[in-house]
């Protein structure tokens, strides 16, 4: 784990005293500090007022639906936003370009699957700040900066916002055969817990939109990029 993550403040907007003991130990534990709003407006407010790496939001709160705390938020700044929600249904539409919200975990939640979210949305907004890295494997110019690759013919791909992390994770460990498990918790964030065939797929996309790419399967292993 990176250790740079660490430290700072996260926000936590819930109004259920349980989950934000639970919130709170866990939160902590990983080396947090946390502000705790009980309201969205005060949620509001701190945020407003202080630095904060991130935002715990639960969508059900006493004085305003979370879904406009969450946009109000979104208006201000770039921090990276959790979803807390029982509500299946408002997933889609909070992840929405609309209302820009990084992750979301459903309620009942286990803390240490609340941990890894909040540490993968916290890495994931370091990384994406605007870089002008370059690396070419094989003939294919991966570009952080635009996050597109170019074929040895000149031809533009841009892959899906996964595809890409795992084409670069990938291009930056080239000549390495890498685990599923690896893979996984360096792309994703966080171990699917078993759940590696979203690797297999992903690289089937990546293989589908980049004709040539050369990511070869190291059996019983995983995968490996040959530059
Ligand atoms: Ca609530």
Not at 106 to 131: I, W, Y
Not at 144 to 165: H, Q, S, Y
Not at 177 to 184: D, K, M, P, T, V
């Amino acid at each position: 784990m990176n250790e740079s993550i660490k430290g700072g403040t996260v926000l936590l907007i819930e109004d259920d005293p349980d989950i934000a003991d639970v919130v709170r130990l866990y939160v902590e534990k990983a080396g947090f500090r946390l502000a705790h709003a009980v309201s969205g407006r005060a949620g509001l407010d701190i945020a407003s007022g202080s630095p904060i790496r991130a935002v715990l939001l639960d969508l059900g709160l006493p004085d305003m639906d979370g879904v406009d705390v969450c946009k109000e938020l979104r208006a201000a700044s770039d921090v990276p936003i959790l979803i807390l929600t029982a509500r299946d249904s408002e997933i889609d539409k909070v992840l929405g370009l609309e209302l820009g919200a990084d992750d979301y975990v459903t309620k009942p939640f286990s803390p240490r699957e609340l941990v890894a979210r909040v540490k993968a949305v916290l890495r994931r907004a370091e990384e994406d700040r605007p870089g002008t890295a370059v690396v070419e494997v094989g003939g294919y110019r991966i570009d952080e900066g635009r996050r597109e690759v170019v074929l040895p013919d000149g031809a533009v791909v841009r892959p899906t916002a996964r595809e890409f992390d795992l084409a670069w994770y990938l291009a930056t460990n080239t000549g390495l055969a890498l685990s599923r498990g690896q893979i996984l918790e360096s792309v994703w964030g966080y171990d699917y817990f078993g759940e590696t065939r979203t690797v297999d797929v992903h690289v089937r996309q990546l293989r589908k939109k980049v004709p040539g790419i050369p990511i070869e399967t190291v059996w019983g292993v995983g995968y490996r990029m040959e530059g």
